[in-house]
């Protein structure tokens, strides 16, 4: 999964967003070093929604155009929970690998 896709997922984790939200989050999420353009967004949404991973919440007017909802569905929740997992058993291994390394003496778990 790469990694705005996890990033998209993990920000429909908790409420259901619109596409600005999602970007707000997005960007929150990876301190600011993910930030999503509205065409980059708007076809991640789309594939996510055809595999499944998400769904349409809701449609609510606002000035005349309808700001959509998104949220994470049943299968997205599923795909999130076994990436957390995949990274961190990776981050273990690679804390493992470090404490391997002479003289490293950095905070890694």
Do not use: K
């Amino acid at each position: 999964m790469q990694e705005p896709t996890f990033l998209i997922l993990t920000a429909l984790a908790a409420q259901p967003l619109h596409g600005y939200g999602i970007v707000q989050a997005v960007a929150q999420l990876s301190d600011g070093e993910v930030r999503l353009r509205p065409g980059t967004l708007y076809g991640a949404l789309d594939r996510l929604d055809q595999q499944g991973l998400i769904a349409l919440d809701r449609e609510e007017p606002v000035d005349g155009r309808l700001r959509r909802y998104y949220r994470l569905s049943e299968s997205g929740t599923t795909a999130l929970a076994e990436q957390v997992d995949h990274l961190r058993r990776r981050a273990d291994v690679a804390a493992g690998q470090l404490r391997l390394r002479p003289g490293f003496s950095g905070g890694a778990a």
